[in-house]
């Protein structure tokens, strides 16, 4: 509402096919493709687009998802699970950081990883933290089977199954917490020369000005990333307002250097 209010215009709906960082004309400016075929121009763009959380292959994901299955760990979250039994999809640095938070609130902490253990994929030090906090427990070489749900479509447990033995459990647990990682929405970029990183996130703060590199712009001047789709972002939504909103400020900057 706020951005309508000072003339910002919606697409909805809209999807960017791809960007266009040919600057040869007379006032520089970019043209964002749509899919349906129109172009946008302009002389400076910020990618905000995010990233798609990966999601295993369970029936009835879908169906439990913001009614026990979740795709983050905040204090909201955590205080639903107070005193309860919650379950961990997951063995990266994210599952990990999430299990020792959730340790501090919930009765026991299943973590449940398709690989071996976790040397591969974490930290020492958090893997020594879960190690020493005797609620969480690891289950390798585990994968989800079924989830169950109540009368109002609300996750009321879990079925995980061993893939050395076959041996399926079933537990009583509404609340499950997926990091399996999250693919950023930069395909359509591509065609820009923006640089990425090893895993597809928007590198940032590698163009320099004055010897100075300038924090949230991409390899391509006039270009900017904020958010989740921004390689070292944090993750949360404090991080990407924050960003969104210290942007501005170097948008303004590039403008009045092309005047």
């Known amino acids: ?27 520089g400016a970019l043209t964002l493709k749509l899919k349906d075929g129109r172009g946008l121009r302009s002389r400076t763009v910020v990618i905000a687009s995010g990233v798609r959380y990966r999601r295993p292959a369970v029936p009835r994901l879908a169906e439990f998802e913001s009614r026990g299955i ?18 961990i999809i997951g063995g990266g640095n ?12 919930a009765s026991k902490v299943h973590m449940l990883t398709r ?92 163009q320099t000005s004055g010897g100075m590199p300038i924090a949230l712009q991409s390899s391509v001047p006039g270009v900017y990333a904020v958010g989740d789709v921004r390689s070292g972002s944090v993750k949360r939504v404090g991080g990407a307002i924050g960003e969104g909103a210290a942007v501005v400020a170097l948008i303004h900057e590039h403008l009045s250097k092309l005047q």
């Not at 999807?15 to 004309?25: H, V």
């Not at 795709?71 to 005193?83: I, V």
């Not at 990990?96 to 609130?105: D, E, H, I, R, T």
């Open 1 to 27: 509402m706020q951005a309508q209010k000072f003339g910002a215009e919606m697409l909805i709906p809209a999807q960017a096919a791809s960007l266009d960082c040919d600057k040869a004309g007379h006032d």
């Open 70 to 87: 979740w795709y983050w760990a905040s204090p909201l979250e955590a205080k639903l699970c107070a005193g309860e039994e919650v379950a």
């Open 94 to 105: 994210s599952a990990g950081q999430a299990a020792v938070f959730l340790a501090n609130y």
């Open 115 to 206: 690989g071996e253990g976790l040397a591969t994929s974490m930290s020492r030090y958090l893997i020594d933290r879960i190690a020493a906090t005797p609620s969480i427990e690891l289950h390798p070489n585990t994968e989800v089977a079924q989830l169950s749900g109540d009368a109002g479509d609300r996750l009321t447990s879990i079925s995980w199954r061993d893939k050395r033995t076959g041996i399926e459990t079933t537990h009583q647990v509404r609340n499950v917490f997926v990091f399996i990682g999250a693919d950023p929405e930069t395909e359509w970029l591509n065609s820009c020369g923006v640089a990425l990183d090893a895993n597809g996130f928007v590198v940032t703060g590698i």
